[in-house]
């Protein structure tokens, strides 16, 4: 994926309200998920595909002020959501990085936990972006995917 455009049901209004209830589905499971990595207060956290920022804002309120989120996002609408509800939380340990997962440069490194969440399964190469997500661990980090997957 080159560009918000192929986005499988786009970015608009109606589908961050979608997202949002989505998240809300699967919040429970994303946070035991949390919970078993290890995020905790102070934790850092990377977010690879923030979306509207839903499960930033929820990292952000697990590691408190000493820790750190940073959403990885390449939707330029996404972004100024997200922002926005960070900005009415209040959490300036949050940040937003308008990037595209598999081919824009990224600067990060030394995470604690890394979250990825309903972006593997679209991107065109999936490999580069475990590798991308590994990169950004610090030794003994964990990742956490949410994926949808069918059975054969």
């Known amino acids: ?40 207060k102070g934790s850092r956290v990377i977010d690879f595909g923030a979306g509207p920022g839903f499960a930033s804002l929820d990292a952000a309120e697990i590691v408190g002020a000493n820790g750190e989120v940073v959403g990885v996002e390449r939707s330029a609408h996404f972004l ?10 209040d ?37 580069t972006l475990v590798r991308r997500i590994a990169d950004c661990l610090r030794s003994g980090g964990r990742a956490v995917f949410h994926e949808y997957q069918s059975r054969c």
């Open 1 to 40: 994926m080159s560009n918000t455009d192929d986005y499988v049901l786009g970015t608009h209004d109606g589908e961050i309200a979608r997202l949002r209830l989505q998240h809300q589905v699967w919040r429970a499971h994303m946070l035991d998920a949390w919970m078993r990595a290890g995020m905790t």
């Open 80 to 89: 100024c959501f997200a922002r926005r509800q960070i900005e009415r939380h």
């Open 91 to 127: 959490s300036p340990h949050v940040r937003f990085l308008e990037r595209d997962l598999c081919e824009d440069a990224l600067e990060l490194w030394e995470f604690d936990v890394a979250w990825c969440r309903w972006v593997a399964s679209f991107v065109a190469n999936p490999r």
